[in-house]
C-alpha cells in the first residue's frame, strides 16, 4: 500500500515537533493532520479516521499513555494503530505504553528512517489484516448465502420462477425494492441475491432488523449520533447508513419502524442525506435501500400506522416470495435437501427420507415456512434410528390433519391461529428458548409475539 494513500494523525502539545514530523512524513507521500492535545486527538481520531497515529507521551492535559487508552477503548478508533513517541528510556514506560494498547514506540530523538520504516510497516500490517477480514467476511457471506440457496430457493414452482426473474430484472438498477412475504419465506436470501447480483457487490451489504430496535434507538441506530447528543452517548457512533455508503442498505420488518423514523428514511430516501443525533452536519450517502416485510403496508397505511408518501417511495420494485404452502410441490426436493444437510451436521447416517413423511410433509400447512421446516427436520433426524426421516408424528399437532385444507368457512387466518395456539400449549406459552414456541414454529421471539396480537392469540386465564 503506497504512502500516498495513507493518513498520519500526529499528537503533540509542541509545535516544532509537529512540524518536524510533518515534513518527515510528508516528503515520504504520507498525509497527515495534526491535534495539539491528547483531548483534540480522541475526537479528531474518530472524525478523520487516519491509518496510524504518532502519539506523543509528556503532554498538558491528558498525556499519552491516557490518550492511548482512551482511543482504545472507542469503537471508531480502537482499531487504529499507535506508536508512542517518547523521550523516556526506562523499560517501564515503554511496556505501560503497550500496556495501553500502542503497537510500538520510537525514542527521541528519533532518526527519519527508523520512524518511517515503522510507520510503513504498521500501516502495511493493519491494510493485511483489514484484507483478510474481509476475506473471512466474504467467505462467511458465500457459505451463508449457499446454505440459503440450498434450501429456500430450491425447486422449479411457477411462483419460485417468478421471484428468479424479478431479481435479474432489478440486481443492475438502483431502483428501491421492497419484498414482502411471511416469516421463514426467504426475504433476507432475495435482498442479499439482489445485493450480489449488482454493480455494489465489492462494497457492503449491512442489515437491520427493525423490529429488533429499541424504539428510543432506531435512529440513532440507523442515522448514527454525536458524543453527548443523549444520555449514555459517550462517543460518536456511525450509523448503518454511513457504513453502507457505496453499497446496499437492508432493512427487514421495516413496517416495524416508529412514526418519527420513518420520517427521516423519508427524507433519506428523497435528498440522500440527514443529519447524526445532536450533529449540525448534513450528510450525503449513495446507498441502496432494499426492504422486507411481513405486513401488508398498504393495510398499514389506511390504518394510519404507516406513512403513505414512505410506502410509495418503497413500493418502486415490489416482489411478493410466496409461502411453502403455495409450493407444495417444491417440497420433496427442499425435504431431501435439507435433511442430507442437517445429517452432515449432527454427524447422523441418512438412509432416506420415508414417502409418508414427504406426503404428510406435503399437506402440512407450514406456517413458518422455509425455516420451520428446517427446524422439523433436525428435530426428526433427532428422534430417528434406523437412518430413515419418518416422524410423522411430528405433523400430527392437534386437529392439524383436519387443518391442512380448510373448507367452508375455516379460513388460514382460522388455520394458523389454531396451529400457533396448540404449540404454544404445548410449549407451557414459553416463547423464548429451546424449549420455546418460536424455536418450534421456526420464528423469531419478536415476530411470534407480532402474530399472536394479530390474530389475538392469548394465555387463557
Known amino acids: 500500500m503506497g504512502a500516498d494513500t495513507a493518513t498520519v494523525l500526529i499528537v503533540d502539545d509542541e509545535p516544532v515537533n509537529v512540524d518536524l514530523l510533518e515534513q518527515e512524513l510528508g516528503a515520504a507521500g504520507y498525509r497527515t493532520v495534526a491535534a495539539g492535545s491528547g483531548e483534540q486527538a480522541v475526537v479528531l481520531a474518530a472524525q478523520s479516521q487516519p491509518d496510524l497515529i504518532l502519539l506523543d507521551v509528556i503532554m498538558r492535559g491528558i498525556d499519552g499513555y491516557e490518550t492511548c487508552r482512551r482511543l482504545k477503548a472507542g469503537e471508531a478508533t480502537r482499531a487504529i494503530p499507535v506508536i508512542v513517541l517518547t523521550a523516556l528510556t ?124 429499541p424504539r428510543e434507538l432506531v435512529e440513532s441506530e440507523l442515522f448514527g449520533h454525536e458524543r453527548g447528543a443523549f444520555t449514555g452517548a459517550v462517543q460518536q457512533r456511525r450509523g448503518r447508513f454511513e457504513l453502507a455508503d457505496g453499497g446496499t442498505l437492508f432493512l427487514d420488518e421495516v413496517g416495524e419502524l416508529p412514526p418519527e423514523a420513518q420520517a427521516k428514511l423519508l427524507r433519506v430516501l428523497q435528498e440522500r442525506e440527514f443529519e447524526r443525533i445532536g450533529g449540525a452536519h448534513t450528510m450525503r450517502v449513495d446507498v441502496r435501500v432494499i426492504t422486507a416485510t411481513n405486513r401488508d403496508l398498504r393495510a398499514e397505511v389506511g390504518a394510519s400506522r404507516f406513512r403513505a408518501d414512505l ?124 424449549d420455546g414456541a418460536a424455536r418450534k414454529l421456526g420464528l423469531n421471539p419478536s415476530t411470534l409475539r407480532g402474530r399472536m396480537r394479530k390474530l389475538g392469540i392469548r394465555k387463557s386465564p
Not at 494498547?101 to 527521541?108: L, M, N, Q
Not at 422449479?156 to 428501491?176: G, K, N, Y
Not at 454427524?347 to 406435503?362: D, N, Q
Request: glycine share 6%.
Open 90 to 213: 526506562e523499560t517501564s514506560e515503554k511496556v505501560r505504553a503497550f500496556r495501553e494498547g500502542a503497537v510500538d514506540y520510537v525514542t527521541k530523538p528519533f532518526e527519519p528512517e527508523e520512524l518511517l520504516a515503522r510507520v510503513g510497516t504498521h500501516i502495511a500490517l493493519r491494510r493485511e489484516i483489514e484484507a483478510h477480514g474481509r476475506s473471512k467476511a466474504t467467505i462467511h457471506l458465500l457459505v451463508e448465502e449457499g446454505r440459503a440457496e440450498r434450501d429456500a430457493f430450491i425447486g422449479e414452482s411457477p411462483a419460485l420462477q417468478r421471484v428468479r426473474e424479478q431479481i435479474a430484472q432489478v440486481a443492475p438498477t438502483d431502483s428501491t425494492v421492497l419484498i414482502q412475504g411471511e416469516t421463514g419465506t426467504g426475504k433476507e436470501l432475495v435482498a442479499r441475491a439482489i445485493h450480489e447480483k449488482s454493480a455494489r457487490r465489492e462494497r457492503p451489504l449491512i442489515k437491520v432488523n427493525c423490529a429488533a430496535l
Open 311 to 434: 410506502y410509495f417511495r418503497l413500493d418502486v420494485f415490489p416482489i411478493v416470495v410466496p409461502p411453502l404452502r403455495e409450493r407444495r410441490d417444491d417440497i420433496p426436493r427442499l425435504l431431501e435437501h435439507c435433511a442430507a444437510r442437517t445429517a452432515r451436521k449432527l454427524g447422523r447416517t441418512l438412509e432416506g427420507v420415508s414417502p409418508t413423511f414427504i406426503e404428510s410433509a406435503r399437506a402440512y400447512p407450514w406456517p413458518g415456512n422455509v425455516r420451520e421446516l428446517e427446524n422439523l427436520v433436525e428435530r426428526a433426524l433427532i428422534m430417528c434410528r434406523d437412518g430413515v426421516l419418518d416422524a410423522t408424528e411430528l405433523f400430527t399437532v392437534p386437529g392439524a390433519r383436519d387443518r391442512v385444507e380448510p373448507e367452508g368457512c375455516e379460513t388460514l387466518e382460522h388455520v394458523e391461529r389454531a396451529h400457533i395456539r396448540s404449540v404454544l400449549e404445548r410449549s407451557r406459552w414459553r416463547i423464548e428458548g429451546d
